[in-house]
T-cell receptor, first 116, second 114 residues
Framework: GENVEQHPSTLSVQEGDSAVIKCTYS??????FPWYKQELGKRPQLIID?????GEKKDQRIAVTLNKTAKHFSLHITETQPEDSAVYFC???????????????FGGGTRLMVKP | DADVTQTPRNRITKTGKRIMLECSQT?????MYWYRQDPGLGLRLIYY???????NKGEISDGYSVSRQAQAKFSLSLESAIPNQTALYFC?????????????FGQGTRLTVV
């Protein structure tokens, strides 16, 4: 199973600055690392993900980096804009007692506030 | 995204009433989940189902029950609603329980228990 810890819980940046959110995981067998964004009053949606066979993936102003040795992956947002203000989640998975599969948990997330 | 639909979108109910929240999906996914979200807090897993015959408790199942009527439908019930069950509820689906696939969320149901 997977134990994922996310930091920080809140992050405030000035518009135009960069933001970095980090998740550490415990299961060395993990091979998929997603990031979800939830805007106020809306549903969470996947914004970027990475598989363990690559170290970095970019999509315009967002990127995810993976450090398998240290067991952490990070979300990077450059040139932040007010619309980046949201809660960001890196979900983890915990095994069922009967080993039938993993339940998908999202935790507390990181609240990013971009100040104009 | 109408692939995962929750009904109702908003509901106000009285303490002690039974209420059912419904979720249906057209994505053909086997796995479905119910989460609750409280103001300023993250998502907490209530129940999840890997297929029609499979129901599992999540992190906070007390006071809730679920029914998987078909692959496409997963309902959440509050047998006797209480005020601290006031929250935003999300249903989600995924193609397989491994986190290696994307989870798709419904638009949420805002429940208020008075």
């Amino acid at each position: 199973g997977e134990n994922v810890e996310q930091h920080p819980s809140t992050l405030s940046v000035q518009e135009g600055d960069s933001a970095v959110i980090k998740c550490t995981y415990s299961d060395s067998a993990s091979n998929y690392f997603p990031w979800y964004k939830q805007e106020l009053g809306k549903r969470p949606q996947l914004i970027i993900d990475i598989r363990s066979n690559v170290g970095e993936k970019k999509d315009q102003r967002i990127a995810v980096t993976l450090n398998k040795t240290a067991k952490h992956f990070s979300l990077h947002i450059t040139e932040t804009q007010p619309e980046d203000s949201a809660v960001y989640f890196c979900p983890g998975a915990y095994p069922q007692e009967n080993n039938a599969g993993n339940m998908l948990t999202f935790g507390g997330g990181t609240r990013l506030m971009v100040k104009p | 995204d109408a692939d995962v639909t929750q009904t109702p979108r908003n509901r106000i109910t009285k303490t002690g009433k039974r209420i059912m929240l419904e979720c249906s999906q057209t994505k053909g996914h086997d796995r479905m989940y119910w989460y609750r979200q409280d103001p300023g807090l993250g998502l907490r897993l209530i129940y999840y189902s890997f297929d029609v015959k499979d129901i599992n408790k999540g992190e906070i199942s007390d006071g809730y029950s679920v029914s998987r009527q078909a692959q496409a439908k997963f309902s959440l019930s509050l047998e006797s609603a209480i005020p601290n069950q006031t929250a935003l509820y999300f249903c989600a689906t995924s193609d397989g329980g491994h986190p290696g696939t994307e989870a798709f969320f419904g638009q949420g149901t805002r429940l208020t228990v008075v």
